[in-house]
């Protein structure tokens, strides 16, 4: 049965992995993801991005976001939004239809992955995308995204 379709807020900078379908699936780590709503999450990809040929060639994809006390799976299917809304990247969005929650008792989720900016440029670049995926999730939920701690998922039954 799948559980209610609530994302969690996370971090700005956390590193989550897009899977798509195909064939086989692929994955990769996206490090510009924002919270857009409870059932909506926003990506961006370089427009040369396999996966972006991919989710256009079949939208099912899944989200994976790990960090602190946060441990979640969204599945849904993916869509284009924006066009170069950055020069180069196309923002994705991400209409959810599960969220598997793989918190559990017996552990806590303390971080998510570690990682840097090793090129100024690269970093200035990430920081400008996030902050445009931020603005765009604000103007499509017409409010601002549920403030953080809100929105946990319902735990499995």
Same mark, same amino acid.
């Given at each position: 049965? *799948?559980?209610?379709?609530?994302? *969690? ?8 992995? =897009? ?8 994955? +990769? ?79 806590? +989720? ?5 990682? $840097? ?15 445009? =995926?931020? $603005? ?11 403030? *953080?701690?809100?929105? $946990? ?5």
């Amino acid at each position: 049965m *799948p559980l209610d379709p609530v994302l *969690p807020e996370w971090p700005a900078g956390t590193v989550t992995i =897009l899977a798509t379908a195909g064939a086989a699936p692929h994955a +990769i780590p996206v490090s510009a993801a924002v919270h857009a709503g409870p059932r909506h999450a926003l990506i961006a990809l370089a427009g040369g991005r396999r996966s972006l040929q991919r989710l256009r060639a079949d939208p099912r994809v899944s989200l994976t976001i790990i960090a602190p006390d946060v441990a979640v799976t969204a599945h849904g299917q993916a869509r284009v939004v924006a066009i170069e809304f950055v020069e180069g990247v196309v923002a994705i969005e991400i209409e959810v239809d599960d969220v598997q929650d793989h918190d559990r008792p017996t552990f806590a +989720i303390e971080s998510g992955v570690r990682w $840097r900016w090793t090129d100024a440029e690269a970093e200035r670049r990430d920081a400008e995308v996030r902050a445009a =995926l931020a $603005r765009l999730a604000v103007s499509r939920a017409g409010a601002e995204p549920t403030p *953080p701690g809100r929105g $946990r998922p319902a735990p499995r039954a």
